[in-house]
């Protein structure tokens, strides 16, 4: 991932497994405390989501 995550409250990920290990690793560095991470598809390796829907598979994860 090669973006600045340091000043997003909210993230929008639609990305194959493989890079959303990458937006979780660079999310964990990056975003500040509280902001969020909303997926279509795939969860982010070693998050908890805050949200889960699995007929849509969309998830929402809060950075602690």
Not at 33 to 48: D, F, R, T, Y
Request: charged residues 25%; proline residues 8%; positive net charge.
């Amino acid at each position: 991932i090669y973006a600045d995550l340091s000043q997003c409250d909210v993230a929008f990920a639609y990305l194959s497994p493989p890079l959303m290990v990458k937006l979780g690793e660079a999310a964990r560095i990056q975003m500040k405390k509280g902001a969020k991470i909303i997926s279509v598809e795939h969860e982010v390796p070693n998050w908890q989501p805050t949200y889960k829907d699995p007929i849509d598979k969309i998830y929402i994860y809060t950075k602690q």
